[in-house]
């Protein structure tokens, strides 16, 4: 039986990942922060589909965490045939009035880590000539929208690489990059939901579902559902100050309270 590893495995996609995983009959490295999430995840996982589930707590914004989870998949001896690369933040505001210090542990959690666990699972899976990883972007990586797309579109890039260097080694890589999503990521950022039209919105199962398909295909890149395919293809030829959506008001300086006039 194989081992599916899975990164933010507590909730939203990631969670519909492990349930599709062991649905599908793989082991499975639950991996978020929570230890009580995790192991209240593992129990069901494992009541519902007789799976073993590993719990792995770490935050991924630290290097300690990070260096939890690359030990896990080093480990020669409980090889991991499928990396999902889940975990991820948002941050609501733009990118000059977010701190510096939220700015890097997004690009730290988007990039760099995803990055080292994908390195660290590459090691096995090319001397077995096997695996699969899947990252998950966003179809944010198609348009021009501060860091947190800037993020995803280096996910796509180095997925769309990945895939074609270690494909014919039997790896494949797949940025899955769905647009809004039915999960606890938009509110954990304090986005207001309605902003959004209801057809944009998506559910998990079936951006796990496609996106779990289209891996075990070969494909680079993939786009859940035809509206977001067409949304992507139209991105990429749309001037970027059309697809940068309308540009948002300056905000007020915040005042001192104790302020004198």
């Known amino acids: 039986m194989t081992t599916a590893l899975i990164t933010g495995a507590t909730a939203g996609l990631g969670a519909e990942f492990a349930r599709q995983l062991a649905e599908q009959g793989h082991d499975l490295v639950l991996v978020a922060r ?4 995790l192991q209240s995840t593992a129990a069901e996982l494992g009541r519902r589909y007789g799976t073993a589930a590993e719990v792995l707590s770490a ?5 300690a965490g990070v260096a939890a989870v690359v030990e896990r998949l080093s480990d020669a001896s409980r090889p991991v045939e499928v990396l999902v690369n889940n ?18 542990k997004h690009l730290k959690l988007h990039v760099q880590t995803a990055m080292e666990l994908s390195h660290a699972a590459l090691q096995g899976m090319l001397a077995r000539g096997s695996g699969r ?8 990586a198609f348009l021009p929208r501060g860091s947190y797309s800037a993020a995803k579109a ?9 895939n074609l260097a270690y494909g014919p080694r039997g790896v494949k890589v797949t940025a899955l990059c769905p647009g809004f999503v039915h999960t606890e990521f938009h509110d954990r950022m304090g986005m207001d939901k309605s902003v959004a039209p209801g057809w944009t919105w998506l559910r998990p199962a079936r951006v796990v579902r496609e996106g779990l398909a289209d891996n075990a295909k070969g494909k680079a890149v993939s786009v859940p559902t035809k509206r977001y ?8 030829v749309l001037p970027d100050r059309v697809t940068a959506g309308p540009p948002r008001k300056p905000k007020e300086p915040r005042e001192d309270s104790g302020a004198t006039g």
């Open 34 to 37: 929570d230890e009580s999430r």
């Open 59 to 63: 935050d991924l914004t630290d290097d």
């Open 87 to 104: 975990a991820g933040i948002g941050l609501l505001e733009d990118f000059d009035r977010n701190s510096i210090e939220d700015e890097k």
């Open 133 to 140: 990883i899947i990252n998950v972007a966003s179809v944010a």
């Open 154 to 162: 280096w996910l796509v890039s180095f997925s769309r690489w990945a």
């Open 229 to 236: 395919k067409v949304l992507a293809a139209v991105a990429r």
